[in-house]
């Protein structure tokens, strides 16, 4: 377990090649290139579950630190837009998810991109209509929202949904799902661009390792074009 998590720490401590402020900053923007940052946006802060299918129980809970790593699918877009090589975006930050009566779980996370001014927070509201026994793996639904603040003349949401299913084995659950992201971005008046709506399908899995009350979750999904790798170090039940 020690070296475990010494290797996830390290992972959450490593910073993305060439992070840098996100915004508008060239003087002439374009709309092709304002959607194509939209969309890895999108891809990179939208909400990653991190957490397996079966609901945690009325006193279930966990606790701990978390990290990102997103590989961008239009590097040209940030390039134009930005006017920096940007090829890789990642967070770093800390998430909570609480255990609710009759199959529903909660929770909340809060996230900063390395070297940056930009931040990241959010939610997730998740019901397991299946809980899941011995027999039957859990399976649920979950919607979930985030907000980015300290980006450069614009502002961005998303809004996830999507469906899962875990099954666990002794210390080891894996899971995986489908869903939609939908990211809405809005620039100010001054930079000349119209809103920016995009909609991508999400695929994703992972898996969870539970040593006695510490919980490793590592977790790969898709948006679009661009993948995302995702861990989480936590504390629970």
Request: hydrophobic residues 40%.
């Amino acid at each position: 377990m020690p070296r475990v998590c010494a290797v996830v720490l390290l992972l959450l401590t490593i910073t993305p090649v060439g992070a840098a402020d996100i915004g508008i900053f060239n003087p002439n923007p374009s709309q092709d290139a304002f959607r194509g940052v939209s969309e890895d946006l999108a891809a990179a802060f939208s909400y990653k579950t991190l957490n397996p299918t079966e609901p945690l129980g009325l006193t279930g809970f966990n606790f701990g630190v978390i990290g990102s790593y997103t590989s961008v699918d239009n590097e040209q877009a940030f390039k134009d837009l930005t006017g920096e090589s940007i090829d890789d975006l990642g967070t770093v930050g800390v998430g909570a998810t609480k255990g609710l009566p009759l199959g529903f779980d909660i929770g909340a996370f809060y996230a900063g991109y390395p070297d940056s001014d930009v931040r990241l927070y959010g939610g997730e509201l998740r019901y397991a209509f299946v809980p899941g026994n011995v027999a039957l793996p859990a399976v649920g639904l979950r919607v979930a929202g985030t907000k980015l603040d300290g980006i450069d003349f614009f502002s961005m949401e998303t809004l996830s949904v999507d469906v899962s299913a875990s099954k666990g084995f002794a210390f080891v659950t894996p899971y995986a799902g489908i869903g939609q992201v939908f990211g809405f971005s809005n620039p100010d008046e001054e930079t000349g661009l119209d809103n920016e709506d995009v909609s991508e399908t999400r695929v994703f899995g992972g898996v969870r390792l539970t040593f006695l009350l510490f919980q490793l979750i590592g977790e790969v999904d898709n948006v679009g074009g661009a993948t995302s790798f995702n861990v989480r170090l936590a504390l629970g039940l």
